[in-house]
């Protein structure tokens, strides 16, 4: 079983960059594939980006495509997302999470992902 912890989140303007990180630990994050959601208030949980668990291929939700890079360091058991261009309706908690089935793409949905992290709050004022 694999503990995951996200970190990096905070508040920042529009217009503004920040990166998540999210460590594993009692497993080596090479045996998933990963991924990263979002909740907003009042809000569903929802799919942002996702990669393989060797990283080879990434898919993103179309709202953060060209913003948003997803990206892992395997020796460092760590995946980040880096937002770029943040906008206020990116304003939500972010969660990663990781697919045991080590599915190729990497799925969209939270079904295809076993688990999960505390998530981190990012705010982002306009």
């Known amino acids: 079983q694999v503990q995951l912890v996200e970190s990096g989140g905070g508040l920042v303007q529009a217009g503004g960059s920040l990166r998540l990180s999210c460590a594993a630990s009692?497993?080596?994050?090479?045996?998933?594939?990963m991924g990263w959601f979002r909740q907003a208030p009042g809000k569903e949980r929802e799919f942002v980006a996702g990669i393989s668990w060797g990283g080879s291929s990434s898919r993103y939700a179309d709202s953060v495509k060209g913003r948003f890079t997803i990206s892992r360091d395997n020796a460092k058991n760590t995946v980040y997302l880096q937002m770029n261009s943040l906008k206020p309706e990116d304003t939500a908690v972010y969660f990663c999470a990781a697919d045991s089935a080590r599915r190729w793409p990497p799925g969209r949905g939270e079904r295809e992902y076993d688990y999960w992290g505390q998530g981190t709050q990012v705010t982002v004022s306009s």
């Open positions: 009692g497993r080596t994050l090479s045996s998933y594939t």
